[in-house]
């Protein structure tokens, strides 16, 4: 039985292309920024999606096993509850991004795709970005397309996942 896991993600991942955006300043607080940590933390999850699907097909898990297929997607600028919490519904701001700003059912569209049309298994999509809506995306930072960054990221995460949980001994693929 075909599974998947769809990781969200947000074109704000693009600012690792302009700053020191590398996991290892993740928690510095010289480096920080709300903003510039929201986007490290969007490419993180591309670079560990990237790696899931690597190591996966590595270990032969499409091949041996139940099909697998690992995506990440970008719902878009979506109207979610923080939004309101700086605009009023109603308003002449609210009105104007909303231009801009879809809502939550729309930015849930790209997601839905890939979790459950038939298109990405009958394609094999796996390890792919996908964009609203559901149109493959072009990961446009040499940071996020990284395998050597990808298997730095899954290293610290699982660095960091040992330091807060003692007997964890890796996630074994």
Same mark, same amino acid.
Not at 34 to 45: E, F, M, N, P, S
Not at 60 to 89: C, F
Not at 159 to 167: A, Q, S, T
């Given at each position: 039985?075909? !599974?998947? /896991?769809? #990781?969200?993600? &947000? &074109?704000?991942?693009?600012? +690792?292309?302009?700053?020191?955006?590398? /996991?290892?300043?993740? #928690? @510095?607080?010289? %480096?920080?920024?709300?903003?510039?940590?929201?986007? $490290? +933390?969007?490419?993180?999850?591309?670079?560990?999606?990237?790696?899931?699907? $690597?190591?996966? $097909?590595?270990?032969?898990? #499409?091949?041996?096993?139940?099909?697998?297929?690992? #995506?990440?997607?970008?719902?878009?600028?979506?109207?979610?509850?923080?939004? %309101?919490? *700086?605009?009023?519904?109603? &308003?002449?701001? @609210?009105?104007?991004? !909303?231009? /801009?700003?879809?809502?939550?059912?729309?930015?849930?569209?790209? *997601?839905?795709?890939?979790?459950?049309?038939?298109?990405?298994?009958?394609? !094999?999509? *796996?390890?792919? %970005?996908? +964009?609203?809506?559901?149109?493959?995306?072009?990961?446009?930072?040499?940071?996020?397309? &990284?395998?050597?960054?990808?298997?730095?990221?899954?290293? +610290?995460?699982?660095?960091?996942?040992?330091?807060?949980?003692? @007997?964890?001994?890796?996630?074994?693929?």
């Amino acid at each position: 039985m075909p !599974s998947r /896991i769809v #990781n969200i993600s &947000s &074109s704000l991942y693009t600012v +690792t292309k302009f700053f020191n955006t590398s /996991i290892e300043k993740m #928690n @510095d607080e010289d %480096y920080y920024n709300t903003v510039l940590q929201y986007g $490290r +933390t969007k490419a993180i999850v591309m670079l560990l999606s990237s790696e899931l699907d $690597r190591r996966l $097909r590595a270990k032969g898990v #499409n091949y041996l096993y139940a099909k697998l297929y690992v #995506n990440t997607n970008d719902p878009g600028a979506v109207k979610t509850q923080p939004y %309101y919490t *700086h605009i009023n519904k109603g &308003s002449i701001m @609210d009105k104007l991004i !909303s231009l /801009i700003f879809v809502s939550v059912d729309e930015g849930a569209l790209t *997601h839905l795709y890939l979790a459950t049309s038939p298109e990405v298994e009958e394609q !094999s999509i *796996h390890g792919e %970005y996908y +964009t609203p809506i559901a149109k493959r995306g072009k990961a446009s930072s040499s940071y996020t397309k &990284s395998e050597k960054e990808a298997k730095k990221a899954w290293s +610290t995460v699982e660095k960091l996942i040992k330091e807060k949980v003692p @007997d964890y001994s890796g996630a074994g693929i």
